[in-house]
Structure formats: structure tokens, C-alpha cells
Nanobody, 128 residues
């Protein structure tokens, strides 16, 4: 297991912007070995939701609820994953998790069960 670490969460007002980051604890080069990467979120009382995915052989994909507002990306050496969140809404409030898979899926899956490596989560709170 490669421990993942998220950062960048916080509290913002509606309409604001946050950028989340995710990387591997320890040997950062191991992060580049994952085939599919994803951001999920989990709000109290709701199911864990795929926010966005990106893969070695797959273009970025987004849930309908964030399309046009959020952008998933990686740095050039593939050692970090980002989620830029703009025009934030109160309904975006949740714990956000970075997830990774060695599985050679195409497209990268939306179901959490397909990702074997997870971070501890970072809280995003959007006030109205």
C-alpha cells in the first residue's frame, strides 16, 4: 500500500475557489505507477460519490454535478493529483478523498470498489 495524503480543504463562501492536492507519502515516484486516479466525496447521510477521474489512458471525466466547475489534473511528473474547484456551492460540502488504482481500466471507473488505495480525506465546507 502506498499511503496517499490529501491537502487543501477548508471553509469558503459560495462562489469561492479551492484547490485540493494529493500525493504519495514517502516515495512520491510510486504515485506515478497508478493507472487510474480519482477524487471522491462523501457527505453525511449520502453515498460516496465519484467527483472526477483521470487515467494513464483516459481523459478527465466528471460527475454531472461538478462538470464545468471542477478540473482534475496531474503535474508533469505524475507525482501529484489536483482538483481545482471553482464556483463552489453549499452542496459541494463534503469530505473529499483521493483514490488510486493499478487496474488498467478504460475508462477509469466511477465505483469506489475499484480503487484500492485511498487517502484520509480533506474536509471542504461551503457556506451560503
Amino acid at each position: 500500500q502506498v499511503p496517499l495524503v490529501e491537502s487543501g480543504g477548508g471553509s469558503v463562501e459560495a462562489g469561492g475557489t479551492l484547490t485540493l492536492s494529493c500525493g504519495a507519502s514517502g516515495d512520491s515516484s510510486r504515485f506515478s505507477q497508478f493507472y487510474c486516479l480519482a477524487w471522491f466525496r462523501h457527505a453525511p447521510g449520502e453515498a460516496r460519490e465519484r467527483v472526477a477521474t483521470i487515467g494513464m489512458d483516459d481523459s478527465p471525466r466528471y460527475s454531472d454535478s461538478v462538470k464545468g466547475r471542477f478540473t482534475i489534473s496531474q503535474d508533469d511528473d505524475k507525482t501529484n493529483l489536483y482538483l481545482q474547484m471553482t464556483s463552489l456551492k453549499p452542496e459541494d460540502t463534503a469530505m473529499y478523498y483521493c483514490a488510486a488504482s493499478y487496474g488498467r481500466y478504460r475508462p477509469c471507473p466511477a465505483a469506489p470498489r475499484n480503487y484500492g488505495t485511498w487517502g484520509q480525506g480533506t474536509q471542504v465546507t461551503v457556506s451560503s
